[in-house]
């Protein structure tokens, strides 16, 4: 064999573990990310399976709000105030 040879065999055996590595290392990084996003997706997953009712929901509440305003203003006050408290003792 050559050195030339030599050189491309050694140059390409280099570049193989190379590859093997970043592919560990991704693999690696790619479970720790998981991981790490696992909380966030059972919360967002949660959330989308409430949509239909959060939908009728809204439905209701707007309808409401159209029939009796004084009552629905009234309520929305009362509502944004225990909010406001309940940050507050957070």
Not at 2 to 10: A, D, G, I, M
Not at 39 to 45: A, C, E, L, M, S
Not at 51 to 77: D, M, N
């Amino acid at each position: 064999m050559s050195k030339q040879s030599q050189k491309r065999k050694l140059k390409k055996q280099q570049l193989l573990k190379s590859i093997l590595l970043q592919r560990l290392l991704l693999s690696n990084d790619t479970q720790h990310w998981r991981n790490i996003t696992e909380p966030y997706d059972k919360g967002w997953q949660k959330l989308l399976s409430l949509k239909p009712y959060l939908l009728l929901g809204a439905s209701t509440i707007s309808l409401y709000g159209l029939r009796h305003p004084v009552k629905f203003y009234r309520w929305t006050r009362r509502v944004i105030g225990a909010l406001k408290i309940l940050k507050r003792k957070k």
